[in-house]
């Protein structure tokens, strides 16, 4: 996130908005008043023809790829597997554990409906897909779906009538996916950028690991390093970046980037980490501005970076993920193999934890933006393959995490206390207490905890007051920190202790 919540940053980001989506209607545009101004001469000037080239380019490209494109992105995704009424049942219950409040987790699930509005049968559409990925009647899951009904309504204190009301769930994976233009200047401006990118890296000393070059075609902006780079990735969907680790007294990382354009974001904190540390990030194309294949689903992502681990023989490492890429870090864990492999864990503006809560789902797919940040959260959001990739590949069971998952390992979690994607104060109260039952004067001692981090609790927040989503590694004050953390747990010689909380607590009662 790069933007606040000023006026001048709103009409920045919108006039960005505005060029990069309806640049071929502002040529055109252009065209019809400098020929009512001017005339033929007007139009016939060297300016005006390039201006009326590029809006015939993108008009052309509008209709020609961007409408069927659009239009096939729609299709259903991959059907997974079922759940069993044991994994069902984990999930519900979990869910309805970790909600701050029952009631409000409903509403916000169904849009912010009233709850006059919310009829049994809309919370029953809302369930199947939440539990069962299907949609329609729920036959034999009648009863079922009942017991669920019924507990959330003893522990939320209401009741919910019969039949159907005029609320519609959030349902990513039937909805219809709001799908937005991008002019092919955008594009072109992208690869540029992934280039420049690219060239940076190379000379702080890493590699790049193509796909298969018969796959040049397949990826949109085209990438030159497809066809000139010598080294290939292990997995042919996967395409990564690798410096080699040469340090005898740390351990490597493996890094996990956000929705947005890649590895752009990061160099400085890249260029930043020491040269004899080895770095591996992986790239997931489908969520950095590309027009590129789908999505893989999560085994055949799991198993590609599983790969791509053996490849570079990485068997200590620390793992580094930001937004999107924090959702890597529970099916990775979840394969003994792979979890043996992770030391400790960093986690950037985690969206991952507390996924089950409509926040995320909602903020990326039905607000209405209103100042300048927002509006950069839902232009992303409505790029064609991030939105197709969170609505048509993802299903939301296997990308939770639940603290639990992180026990053994040092972790530390890294949110901005004005996060406008996830639900900021949710998840350090999960974090740092352990549970939800936080108050506002909490706010207060999580804003203290940058200064108390110490790289030995087994789980550690550092909470930065009024932060937004992203803002971390592009703040000159935050990102040295974060570098540090991730430094920290390279050393080989690194401890663990208790959690942060109980040490805090600790302090406290010898203070007394």
């Keep these: 996130m790069l933007v606040g919540k000023s006026v001048p940053e709103l009409i920045l980001v919108r006039s960005m908005v505005v060029f990069f989506q309806y640049l071929g209607l502002l040529c055109f545009l252009y065209f019809w008043f400098i020929f009512a101004l001017a005339g033929v001469p007007g139009i016939a000037h060297p300016v005006s023809i390039i201006i009326e080239v590029v809006g015939a380019i993108e008009i052309l490209f509008y209709f020609v790829w961007f409408v069927p494109y659009r239009s096939r992105l729609q299709k259903p995704g991959f059907q997974p597997t079922p759940l069993s009424r044991e994994e069902r049942n984990r999930f519900f219950y979990q869910g309805l554990?970790?909600?701050p409040d029952v009631e409000q987790y409903i509403r916000r699930w169904h849009c912010n409906a009233q709850l006059g509005d919310i009829r049994r049968e809309n919370v029953k559409d809302w369930l199947l897909w939440a539990l069962f990925d299907k949609q329609g009647h729920p036959g034999e899951h009648e009863e079922e779906l009942e017991e669920y009904i019924a507990d959330a309504e003893e522990r939320a204190g209401v009741t919910i009538k019969g039949g159907f009301g005029d609320s519609t769930p959030m349902r990513l994976s039937f909805d219809p996916i709001n799908i937005t233009h991008r002019s092919l200047?955008?594009?072109?401006?992208t690869g540029w950028l992934d280039f420049f990118a690219t060239l940076v890296l190379f000379i702080r000393g890493f590699k790049f690991y193509r796909q298969p070059r018969n796959t040049f075609f397949s990826v949109f902006p085209w990438r030159p390093m497809t066809l000139l780079s010598p080294n290939e990735s292990a997995d042919p969907k996967l395409s990564y970046f690798c410096r080699p680790h040469t340090s005898t007294t740390q351990r490597p990382i493996l890094f996990m980037h956000g929705v947005g354009v890649g590895m752009l974001p990061y160099l400085l904190w890249?260029?930043?980490i020491p040269k004899d540390v080895g770095v591996l990030a992986i790239e997931i194309l489908p969520v950095s501005s590309r027009i590129c294949p789908p999505l893989q689903t999560t085994k055949e992502l799991v198993d590609g970076m599983d790969a791509i681990i053996e490849q570079q023989s990485y068997n200590d490492f620390v793992f580094v993920g930001n937004s999107f890429g924090t959702l890597?870090?529970?099916?990775?864990?979840?394969?003994?193999d792979i979890a043996a492999k992770i030391n400790s864990v960093v986690l950037i503006d985690p969206v991952s934890l507390l996924l089950h809560l409509p926040s995320v789902a909602y903020n990326f797919t039905r607000r209405q933006p209103r100042w300048g940040n927002e509006w950069e959260i839902w232009f992303v959001a409505t790029d064609p393959m991030v939105a197709h990739t969170l609505a048509r590949r993802f299903r939301w069971q296997d990308f939770i995490l639940w603290t639990p998952q992180l026990h053994g390992k040092r972790t530390t979690v890294v949110l901005g206390g004005e996060d406008c994607v996830t639900d900021p104060d949710a998840v350090a109260s999960y974090v740092y207490f352990g549970d939800l039952n936080y108050t506002r004067h909490d706010k207060l001692e999580w804003a203290t905890t940058p200064e108390r981090w110490t790289g030995r609790g087994e789980l550690e927040l550092m909470y930065l007051d009024g932060m937004d989503h992203g803002q971390a590694f592009l703040s000159v004050r935050h990102m040295p920190q974060i570098g540090n953390v991730v430094l920290a747990y390279t050393h080989l010689n690194g401890v663990m202790d208790s959690r942060q909380a109980d040490a805090?607590?600790?302090?406290?009662?010898?203070?007394?």
Excluded at 185 to 189: A, G, K, N, P, S
């Design 328 to 336: 890597l870090a529970s099916p990775l864990l979840q394969r003994p």
């Design 185 to 189: 200047l955008f594009y072109i401006i």
């Design 504 to 512: 805090a607590k600790e302090e406290e009662l010898n203070q007394i």
């Design 97 to 99: 554990d970790h909600a």
């Design 270 to 272: 890249l260029w930043s």
